[in-house]
């Protein structure tokens, strides 16, 4: 699965709009984009996801470039609940093997009042 | 529907002991994970199943055990605990058909101390 970058850490006002960023280069054509965040050591929750369409859903949206090399998680007004670590997956889906889940080290949103 | 079930979510073991970590699913899921993760990291995927009967070795398999007797459960074992293995556990299962695009649902974790 290919590898992604995304900042270590973001802050955001409370009822603003927060955009992550998400660099994967590297992406085959194979390989969908997955968001999940984790809130203060929970268990990792699903967000989002897509393939090369801009994605929507209660949660968030997920902008996907046309070139596929980059994306931007959309959380529309954030809440302090939102705080969490946000994580950017490359995950292929059509290997015959499990499709597994490698977690960089995320981004770490903080909003703030 | 509980969802992903871990057992037990604390526990603290001895350099040597051996115990073993339980995960439950009511999704009928195929796929199940056992990740760990260790303080200000991501999760690193130990060892993974894609149906009953079926075990294979993910990231950082050593130290570890796994058994898939039934659908639903996957163990994870540690036959003689060390301080490395001090760590939070998460378990996640999935559908593993292809056409079905959908994410993984996680527990809540256990949260391991070996002394």
């Known amino acids: 699965d290919a590898k992604t970058t995304q900042p270590t850490s973001m802050d955001c006002a409370e009822g603003r709009a927060a955009n992550l960023p998400c660099n994967h280069s590297?992406?085959?054509?194979?390989?969908?984009v997955y968001w999940y965040r984790q809130i203060h050591s929970q268990g990792p929750q699903y967000i989002i996801h897509g393939l090369k369409n801009n994605e929507t859903n209660e949660m968030a949206s997920l902008i996907i470039t046309e070139d596929r090399k980059s994306s931007t998680l959309i959380l529309p007004h954030a809440t302090l609940r939102d705080t969490a670590v946000y994580y950017c997956?490359?995950?292929?889906?059509?290997?015959?093997?499990?499709?597994?889940?490698?977690f960089g080290t995320g981004t770490r949103l903080q909003v703030t009042l | 529907n509980a969802g992903v079930t871990q057992t037990p979510k604390f526990r603290v073991l001895k350099t040597g002991q051996s115990m073993t970590l339980l995960c439950a699913q009511d999704?009928?899921?195929?796929?199940m994970y056992w990740y760990r993760q260790d303080p200000g990291m991501g999760l690193r995927l130990i060892h993974y199943?894609?149906?009953?009967?079926?075990?294979a070795k993910g990231e950082v398999p050593d130290g570890y055990n796994v058994s898939r007797l039934k659908k639903q459960n996957f163990l994870l074992g540690l036959e003689s605990a060390a301080p490395s293995q001090t760590s939070v556990y998460f378990c996640?299962?999935?559908?593993?058909?292809?056409?079905?695009?959908?994410?993984?649902?996680f527990g809540q974790g256990t949260r391991l101390t070996v002394v």
């Open positions: 999704m009928n899921h195929e796929y």
């Open positions: 997956i490359v995950r292929a889906i059509n290997t015959g093997t499990a499709s597994k889940l490698t």
């Open positions: 996640a299962s999935s559908y593993g058909r292809r056409e079905l695009n959908t994410e993984a649902f």
């Open positions: 199943s894609v149906g009953e009967g079926t075990t």
């Open positions: 590297t992406i085959s054509g194979n390989e969908y």
